[in-house]
């Protein structure tokens, strides 16, 4: 596995070209790659906590965690989304990686997420339970996952 170090940062702390090789990785994979037609931008990155893994070539996963005043379900403030991962460095563990890494920051505290269907398992290992009937985002099937606090 080549490097793996994790960074951690709120929205000011992002240098530009960090915030360029973020939303570099997100378009490729999400528009080019994914064709999803959903807006990328969508004012929500300067509340997000920026949690990814960099390389020599750049941003080689990425995901984001916001903090909703008001929960989507149940008692879950916080939502992992935008969880990608250069196709390069696919299969290495990475999306994991980031998401320990969320869970010892965040593990405390209820947390939701919309999954791409595809990889829900990914998201069970770390905890997550399907809830609701699948849907169609984008035009590719999501599922979403809730996780309950631990202690709570």
């Known amino acids: 596995m080549s490097d793996c170090s994790i960074v951690v940062k709120q929205w000011g702390e992002l240098t530009t070209s960090e915030l360029y090789s973020i ?13 999803v037609d959903e807006e990328e931008l969508d004012n929500r990155d300067q509340t997000a906590v920026h949690v990814y893994i960099a390389d020599a070539i750049g941003t080689a996963a990425y ?34 990686l980031l998401l320990n890494r969320v869970l010892s920051l965040y593990g405390g505290e209820a947390m939701l997420l919309h999954a791409q269907q595809y990889v829900a398992p990914l998201y069970a290992k770390a905890g997550f339970e ?7 985002e984008a035009g590719i099937a999501h599922i979403s996952m809730y996780r309950a606090g631990v202690g709570a």
Do not use: I, M, N, W
């Open 63 to 96: 995901l984001r965690v916001l903090f909703d005043e008001s929960p989507e379900h149940l008692d879950a403030h916080r939502v992992v989304g935008r969880v990608v991962v250069r196709p390069d460095r696919r299969g290495e563990g990475l999306a994991q």
């Open 23 to 35: 939303l570099k990785l997100r378009t490729d994979v999400f528009l080019v790659e994914q064709k």
């Open 130 to 136: 399907a809830f609701g009937e699948p849907y169609d």
